[in-house]
């Protein structure tokens, strides 16, 4: 069998040389466009491996709500309703103070980039 003839191994600080040298002849577009042609297949690749992922199972929430009587008073509901509002009231007045708060962060934050 005829053996081929292979070139002398390099070392890589000649290699990189040879890429520099390479490199420096080519114009400026065709460096652009070697670089758009090695970043999108890289961008995909990438994107499919990470798509590839398994998707972690996350129980559902669940969420009881009161079953209530269709035939209860307007008593009954009055007299629940009392007993509810000062839970709702706390609730409501806490969203208004989270929200509140949040909004001076954001009029801060405009203060400081000078919006």
């Known amino acids: 069998m005829l053996s081929m003839a292979l070139p002398p191994l390099s070392s890589p600080k000649i290699l990189l040389g040879d890429i520099r040298a390479f490199l420096g002849a080519r114009q400026r577009h065709e460096l652009i466009f070697a670089g758009f042609s ?3 297949p890289a961008f995909l690749v990438i994107a499919f491996l990470v798509e590839s ?3 972690v199972y996350k129980a559902p929430t669940v969420i009881y709500a009161k079953n209530w009587n269709k035939g ?3 008593a009954e509901i009055k007299r629940q309703q009392a007993i509810d509002a000062p839970g709702e009231r706390a609730a409501r ?3 208004a103070d989270f929200e509140a708060k949040k909004q001076q962060q954001f009029k801060d934050l405009q203060k400081a980039l000078g919006i």
């Open 72 to 74: 209860r008073t307007e």
């Open 38 to 40: 090695i970043a999108i």
């Open 53 to 55: 992922t398994p998707i």
């Open 93 to 95: 007045k806490a969203e």
